[in-house]
């Protein structure tokens, strides 16, 4: 196995500088650091990460914890981290908290008994063990996806970096509403989270701006899942007054909604429509294909590295909360027609309607 003194000798450097090479603890320059970088490659040395870890009390490695990484907007924003990690030297590891506060904070215990240099972690619904530990070790911290209030009026101590929620989810209702529906249901988010509690005032936003009232009998919770959802669409429908739209919350929610309306024999559109938060790589293979807001996932995941490595850089700067827009894809589980849907043009609905048709544009940038 080479050695450090190796390298030194082969790239005729001392082993202080090709330790500062591997570290970047001191400026080398950029002939002297590439002379370097070929010896290592020549003489195939690979770094101890752990003796480099002694050196620089740093282990260049970041720790993720986010539930549901089987969840497709979960497996994108993985992999938005995972690029952006590597493309800065790197390393990750991951957790699944499964939604859980006491193995939240287990897992986020063991990913810093690691030593990572910092963490992104998108909270539970219940995330104060979470939040009293990372405040206790101040631990580089991210918050992903679900954020948090701070302590009576004060901002989140913590970064945070999550997309529009408002906006878009009221953008569903006021896209329904303009296509002459009325009684617009909606399968809400497990309580607690930020995510849900935003989809939810953007549905009453939307509400409100198309001058619609609200039924609170019309927001069920279907806990961000799929079975909660298909018995949220089960209660909805069961109404005696049943919606003649729905907005689904999430992805897994939308597949919960439409497994109650196949078994109550409804079709999507002519039966009920269907707007749905979050798009999905095959949203547009069911039939109808489904409308929706796509959040920028791969995006999330990268820009809460950048935040994070910002913050191990300048670790007294004040915390920041960065929020990125979702874009509407107008599909036409809502009602709309194939040829309405591609570009900004007016609507005609093809399930009959009590109102004339709106103006919406086909897929947009929304916040
Ligand atoms: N948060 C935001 N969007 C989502 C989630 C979530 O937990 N699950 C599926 N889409």
Not at 270 to 299: K, M, Y
């Amino acid at each position: 196995m080479p050695t450090m003194a190796d390298v030194a000798r082969s790239a005729g450097v001392s082993v202080a500088t090709v330790s500062h090479v591997l570290n970047e603890t001191r400026p080398v320059l950029p002939h002297t650091r590439q002379a370097v970088l070929d010896a290592i490659e020549e003489l195939g040395y690979t770094p101890n990460t752990l003796a480099r870890s002694l050196v620089t009390s740093r282990t260049r490695s970041i720790g993720l914890a986010v539930s549901a990484i089987s969840n497709p907007y979960f497996t994108e924003i993985l992999q938005g981290v995972e690029a952006a990690v590597l493309e800065h030297g790197y390393g990750l590891l991951i957790a699944d908290p499964h939604d859980d506060p006491e193995h939240e904070r287990k897992v986020v215990q063991l990913l810093h008994e690691r030593r990572v240099d910092g963490l992104i972690v998108a909270p539970s619904a219940d995330p104060r063990a979470l939040l009293a530990y990372l405040g206790r070790h101040a631990v580089p911290t991210v918050l992903l996806d679900r954020i948090v209030d701070g302590h009576a009026d004060t901002a989140s101590p913590f970064d945070q970096v999550c997309a529009e929620n408002t906006g878009p989810t009221a953008r569903l209702v006021t896209h329904l509403a303009g296509l002459g529906h009325r009684r617009i249901g909606l399968v809400a988010g497990l309580p607690g989270l930020s995510t849900t509690g935003e989809r939810v005032a953007g549905y009453r936003q939307g509400l409100a701006a198309a001058g619609l009232p609200l039924d609170e009998d019309l927001i069920v919770p279907g806990n961000s899942e799929a079975s909660g959802a298909e018995r949220a669409t089960a209660a909805l429908l069961s109404l005696a007054a049943p919606p003649t739209a729905l907005v689904t919350a999430n992805n897994a929610m939308t597949i919960g909604a439409l497994r109650a309306l196949r078994t109550r024999g409804l079709s999507v559109p002519e039966g009920i429509a269907l707007c749905c938060f979050d798009d999905f790589a095959w949203a547009d293979l069911f039939s109808p294909r489904l409308t929706a807001v796509a959040q920028p996932s791969r995006e999330l995941g990268a820009e809460a590295v950048r935040v994070l490595l910002e913050r191990l850089a300048s670790p007294g700067r004040p915390a920041r909360t960065v929020r990125l827009p979702c874009a509407f894809v107008h599909r036409t589980s809502c009602g709309c027609r194939e040829e309405d849907t591609a570009e900004d043009r007016p609507r005609t609905r093809n399930t009959p309607s009590t109102s004339s048709a709106l103006q919406h544009p086909g897929k947009g940038t929304l916040s």
